[in-house]
């Protein structure tokens, strides 16, 4: 009986131990997903500050803008936002909306 007991407390010892390795692979991808999204939020704001200084309007219609010119040219939002940080003038998809 003791044999069997050994077994089965080595099998339940095996389960934890593989799930704790599924949970860590679980957190490692929804770190990466918000060290992702934070990275896109930083971009965001900053092309949000360009588009304020450079037209000179407030930030919320430079977030509008943005979005705007992201959505009707079906472009992700962080991609048309780093073109803003990235080039010296602003966009011809946003352009036409300011």
Same mark, same amino acid.
């Given at each position: 009986?003791?044999?069997?007991?050994?077994? =089965?407390?080595?099998?339940?010892?095996?389960?934890?131990?593989?799930?704790?390795?599924?949970?860590?692979?679980?957190?490692?991808?929804?770190?990466?997903?918000?060290?992702?999204?934070?990275?896109?939020?930083?971009?965001?704001?900053?092309?949000?500050?360009?588009?304020?200084?450079?037209?000179?309007? =407030?930030?919320?219609?430079?977030?509008?803008?943005?979005?705007?010119?992201?959505?009707?040219?079906?472009?992700?939002?962080? =991609?048309?936002?780093?073109?803003?940080?990235?080039?010296?003038?602003?966009?011809?998809?946003?352009?036409?909306?300011?």
């Amino acid at each position: 009986m003791a044999q069997a007991e050994g077994y =089965d407390n080595s099998s339940k010892e095996r389960e934890a131990v593989l799930r704790l390795i599924e949970l860590n692979a679980e957190l490692l991808v929804k770190t990466e997903q918000l060290e992702g999204a934070l990275g896109s939020r930083v971009v965001i704001e900053q092309a949000k500050g360009v588009l304020s200084a450079r037209h000179e309007i =407030d930030v919320q219609t430079a977030f509008d803008v943005l979005r705007r010119g992201a959505r009707s040219h079906q472009l992700k939002l962080r =991609d048309l936002a780093q073109r803003v940080i990235s080039e010296p003038t602003t966009p011809r998809e946003i352009a036409r909306y300011l």
